[in-house]
């Protein structure tokens, strides 16, 4: 049960993590219909920011002036790059975020080195937001921060006690995530900026109109965009491992996530993105594979069988590559992407 | 009797709004009908319907007795029905001839095949050519179309509507954007090339429609509140009073 | 003055492909050295693999981010069909292995080629890429197609040997892959003038309009992925023999990215420009990589700048000045070229001499401070070179503007005299 629990939590903050990620690239896009290839190129240089700041000014000042810093550098390659190529289509502006996402990766390298860097959360989030406890006895129980070590083995040896803590950086990721989400909500429907920017969402040429300079507001829902990138990299990073291959990694996951929600559809991304998340945080716990499962239903399979490494294959090896079966699910038997409207 | 088209009490609601409200309308087999209404009236959105662009919300539509309404695009064209643009829609990167070419190929048979040469297929080149005579494009034969005048291209835009060789035809608002002799020229072109053809085209310019149609369709908030010859319509009480000042500032301003 | 036509290969065709052919023959002779037979072998492959990418960007106008897929699982199928006429459970002659990489491309092509291609323009892309990772991750997962860590090694020298032929010298490989370079270049121009590679172009000019004049859009992007999956298929065939060695990179992100960088470097509005891209392609990952750590930086920077000032890539500015010459206007200008090179030349070294110490900082410090840039001996850490690479650079970039400033008021004009000169022997 606890595992359940704890695996739920898990799924969704990762899920959280990447919505943090594809709802700056479904602003960008819905708005400039520019897919920014880049996108996880940002995330990378946040986390990679984050940890140079951390070293010099601590991890909490780091967490709000690496975001700016990362917005910041989302603005001036819109205005020095982006912007020229605006007129050439969208084919172009695909190819010059794909020529950042190159550089990028080469510049990150060249500065901090090729293997990973130690990019540790602070001290308040090392311990476990809270834990646990399942007594055979007693049932569950929830205990803020770690368990003592009493409460998690039994002096009675038949008495199985189990003990699972929730990491605080996943449960901080949940937060920032949530409250990240709770203000662009609030920015977009209870501002005046958030007007303008939603009917440039549709409607650019009009806007632009009624005398609002809509070159600026691309400018900043670039800079904003790549800046939420950012603040989900130093938070990223710190949770998980920070290094040059971090932006492939996940890079190619909100893409999925992107198109599996349907292009330009915000609700779409976070659906998409808590799917994945959760399905593939339990896929990986998961070892059960086809050979082991007939195994422990009692079939006998034949020797050829239980050596094909396709059904070797547990289900926490074939974890990396289910959002991409899902896109491939997605585009077969619905191709609006779940709560799609745009066409792309 | 079968028509060459027909609409049945067609529909079509955007979200909440009822753009289209129960059209009905029957074209005889090479009848030149025109198409107009105030703007928002839903012409357009007509067109997009009757060749595919969308699916009406209910109703039908019949091309020579048989239904089309939500096939695609390129079904109704095969089975007969060609369209062109308010907005010129034209293939850029390609050449006069070239554009005037694809647009025969499926009519010819060619299908997607990639085992014969262009340059070999006579029967494609010569209607290419041929068509391209007719729309007097053929000084322009190998200039890109994106390099062409803006009457030019309407041309062009009419050459790939017709040369598939379909039946029926219909021009979006053909001479949008033209001068008086440029429409007047245009005008020709378009009775010598639909000759033997159903044709419905959308006008705001009343002189073309005299000028052109055997039968005029008045269409007023989404239904057609008349379909009869251009005098009747004239005279038809309900046009005045939805055309009231309109009409008579169009007859003397000339279209614009 | 004769009259000149700005697409060559109208021009005396027979002239052309005969040079062509005559190219492909004697470059060994020529070039004579290992690595040359090598490299000659490998640029033969890329321009396979370019040219049946551009059928995709070029004319079709869709974007793919994994075409490594189709040249890499063809690849694969080749090496292990190499290995069955090895262990003799096959009779193919090893000349036609390519064309089993071929036929392999075509079957993964019709299968993940319909899901692709439902969808297009940006939608697609994300769809290649997502199909992309899909393949490379099951790489990594099933080891007796794909070879695990080690991949799969073959030896070409299998089956009996036809002409005294063994394929065992780089040499007679070589001229495998220049038959095959020869027969697919020529066959994948022929497509470009048949029926289904012009609806193709249409399609990428405008997809919808296509759809009216009885063309159904997705399936002429189908057919076409389908083309384009069987030369890329015989590529992967080439480079299985070439190498004798297939590893799960070869469907990675990176290949795929390199086709797409190089195809659009060489140029993917001309039909030729792929072969550019492919021989720069090679040229790069061989000889520039030797030459510099820095070369994955300088590519990417070559490839944004191509994006942002000549989209068209280096064959449409080579086309560009063709016609510019044949107007006779190049004599006007080529003093302002020769000042852009050269302030452009200076401006690079003097970037390249700071993005080089920057490298020799990170990677090889232990080897001490100093390192040699085109003869000259620098200090990574000492601040003259550092000030006098930046001068220079500066320098060179400041002059650099201040021509190409001049250059483009010159081309201009130029434009407008070509122009008029057009319609006068229009109407003349």
Known sequence: MEFFIISMLNGLSYGLLLFMLSSGLTLIFSMMGVLNFAHASFYMIGAYFGYTLTSLIGFWPALFIAPFLVGGCGVIFERLTLRKVHKFGHVPELLVTFGLSYIVYELVQLIWGRTAVEFTPPELLKGSAFTLINNATTGLQLIWGAAPAEMCSAADATVRIVCSPFPATRAFMMFVALLMLLSLWLLLTKTRIGLVIQAALTHPETVEALGHNVPRVFMLVFGAGTGLAGLAGVIGGSTFVTEPAMAATVGSVIFVVVVVGGMGSLSGAFLASVLIGVIQTFAIAFDYSFVSVSKDLGFQLSSELQNNSFLKLTVSQVAPILPYLFLVLILIFRPKGLLGTREG | MSYALELKDLRKNFGKTEIIRGVNLAVQSGERIAIIGPNGAGKSTLFNLISGRFGPSSGEILLNGQRIENKAPYEINRMGLSRSFQITNIFPKLSVFENLRCAVLWSLGYKYTFLKFLSGLKDANDLAEKYMAMIRLDKKRDLLAMNLTYAEQRALEIGITIAGGSNVILLDEPTAGMSRSETSRFINLIKEVTVGKTLLTVEHDMGVVFGLADKIAVVVYGEVIAFDTPEAVRSNAKVQEAYLGTHSAEEHAGGH | ?428
Request: aromatic fraction near 14%; glycine fraction near 12%; charge should be positive.
């Open chain 3, 1 to 428: 003055m004769k009259s000149y036509q700005f697409k060559p290969y109208n021009v005396g065709r027979w002239l052309i492909w005969s040079l062509f052919a005559i190219v492909l023959i004697c470059a060994p002779l020529i070039f004579t050295s290992n690595l040359s037979g090598t490299m000659l072998a490998q640029m033969g492959i890329a321009i396979i693999a370019c040219l049946s990418y551009n059928i995709l960007l070029g004319q079709g106008g869709m974007l793919s981010f994994g075409h490594a897929v189709y040249t890499g699982l063809g690849s694969f199928v080749a090496i292990h069909a190499l290995n069955s006429i090895t262990a003799g459970t096959s009779q193919i002659p090893v000349s036609l292995l390519p064309l089993v990489g071929g036929f392999a491309g075509i079957g993964f092509a019709v299968l993940l080629g319909y899901v692709t291609t439902k969808k297009s323009g940006t939608p697609f892309a994300m769809i290649t890429l997502g199909v992309a990772e899909l393949v490379f991750a099951m790489s990594l997962m099933f080891s007796e197609f794909f070879g695990g860590e080690a991949g799969i090694s073959g030896n070409r020298v299998a089956g009996p040997t036809v002409w005294g032929i063994s394929y065992g010298p780089q040499i007679q490989i070589y001229y495998l892959i220049a038959i095959y370079t020869f027969i697919c270049v020529a066959l994948m121009y022929a497509f470009t003038q048949t029926p289904l590679g012009r609806i193709l172009n249409a399609v990428r000019d405008n997809p919808e309009r296509v759809e009216f004049i009885g063309y159904n859009t997705q399936r002429v992007r189908y057919f076409a992925f389908i083309i384009a999956g069987f030369f890329a298929g015989i590529s992967g065939g080439l480079g299985a023999l070439n190498f004798e060695i297939v590893t799960s990179e070869v469907v990675g992100a990176g290949r795929s990215g390199g086709y797409l960088l190089f195809t659009f470097v060489g140029g993917a509005t001309f039909f030729f420009g792929p072969i550019i891209g492919g021989i720069l392609m090679v040229l790069a990952f061989v000889l520039l990589s030797e030459l510099t750590k820095a070369w994955l930086l300088y590519l990417g920077l070559l490839f944004l700048f191509m994006v942002m000032y000549a989209p068209g890539g280096i064959a449409s500015l080579i086309m560009m000045n063709l016609r510019a010459a044949a107007f006779g206007k190049l004599k006007q200008i080529w003093v302002s070229y020769l000042g852009l090179f050269v302030t452009a030349f200076v401006a690079l070294i003097g970037a390249g001499a700071m993005i080089e110490m920057v490298y020799h900082l990170q990677l090889n410090s232990a080897l001490g401070d100093n390192l040699k840039f085109m003869g000259i001996s620098l200090n990574a850490k000492g601040v003259d070179s550092w000030f006098g690479s930046a001068f220079v650079m500066l320098t060179g970039l400041g002059l650099f503007e201040a021509i190409r400033r001049h250059f483009l008021i010159e081309w201009g004009d130029i434009q407008i005299e070509i122009e008029k000169e057009i319609k006068r022997r229009e109407t003349a």
